[in-house]
C-alpha cells in the first residue's frame, strides 16, 4: 500500500530563514510527485511538479528535489516571508489517476 | 479559463438525504478526480477517472457513486449521506500525457460538506 508521510507537521520560523520541508514515500514507482499550496480554507495551489526522471525543480524561491531510490523529496524555500504561511502538501503520483497525499507542513513566517 | 470548478461551496444534509457535487473542468483534460480531505488525514481518493465512460475506485468509495457523461464534467454522488461523510471534497483534473510526462493536477476550491 503507497503511504506518503510529511514531516514535520508543523513548523514556526523567524522570517527570512531557509527550510525544508520533507516527504517521504514507501513506493517508488510514482509517475511524477508534486507540491502544493492551502491557504487556509481554500483549495490546493500547485507549486511544483518532478517528474520521476527529474532530481528537482525550481521555482523562484522554491526548490523541490526527488530521491526515488530513497523515497524522498523535500520543499525547499529560501528567505521565507509571512506570506509564506500556509499548509504545504506532497502528494505522489501511481498508475492511473492515483495521488497519493502526505498529511501536510503547517508553515508559520513569523515577522 | 474558468479551471475546475465545483458548487456547490458549502452544503448541510440531513442524515439519510442524497445530493451531487458537480465539478466541471474546461481544460479538455483526460483525468478528473474526486478526494475528500479531512483533519490529521490528508486528501484520501475517493473516485477517478481516465476518459468519459471510464471510472474506477480510489481509496474510499463506499457510499459514493460517479459517472462521466462528457470530458468536461465528473460529478459525485452521495446516495445517503451519513454524518461520515462530513469533509471538504476536492475535484482534481489533469492531462495524462502517457508518455513518461505526466503533467500537473489541478484542484477546484471545494466543497465544504456537514451532514447532520
Known amino acids: 500500500k503507497q503511504e506518503v508521510t510529511q514531516i514535520p507537521a508543523a513548523l514556526s520560523v523567524p522570517e527570512g530563514e531557509n527550510l525544508v520541508l520533507n516527504c517521504s514515500f514507501t513506493?517508488?514507482?510514482?509517475?511524477?510527485l508534486q507540491w502544493f499550496r492551502q491557504d487556509p480554507g481554500k483549495g490546493l495551489t500547485s507549486l511544483l511538479l518532478?517528474?520521476?526522471?527529474?532530481r528537482e525543480q525550481t521555482s523562484g524561491r522554491l526548490n523541490a528535489s526527488l530521491d526515488k531510490s530513497s523515497g524522498r523529496s523535500t520543499l525547499y524555500i529560501a528567505a521565507s516571508q509571512p506570506g509564506d504561511s500556509a499548509t504545504y502538501l506532497c502528494?505522489?503520483?501511481?498508475?492511473?489517476?492515483?495521488?497519493?497525499f502526505g498529511s501536510g507542513t503547517k508553515l508559520n513566517v513569523k515577522p | 479559463n474558468a479551471g475546475v470548478t465545483q458548487t456547490p461551496k458549502f452544503q448541510v444534509l440531513k442524515t439519510g438525504q442524497s445530493m451531487t457535487l458537480q465539478c466541471a473542468q474546461d481544460m479538455n483534460h483526460e483525468y478528473m478526480s474526486w478526494y475528500r480531505q479531512d483533519p490529521g488525514m490528508g486528501l484520501r481518493l475517493i473516485h477517478y477517472s481516465v476518459g468519459a465512460g471510464i471510472t474506477d475506485q480510489g481509496e474510499v468509495p463506499n457510499g459514493y457513486n460517479v459517472s462521466r457523461s462528457t470530458t468536461e464534467d465528473f460529478p459525485l454522488r452521495l446516495l445517503s449521506a451519513a454524518p461520515s461523510q462530513t469533509s471538504v471534497y476536492f475535484c482534481a483534473s489533469r492531462w495524462g500525457a502517457g508518455d513518461g510526462k505526466e503533467t500537473e493536477a489541478f484542484f477546484g476550491q471545494g466543497t465544504r460538506l456537514t451532514v447532520v
Open positions: 502528494a505522489a503520483l501511481y498508475n492511473f489517476n492515483k495521488f497519493y
Open positions: 513506493d517508488s514507482a510514482i509517475y511524477n
Open positions: 518532478i517528474q520521476s526522471s527529474q
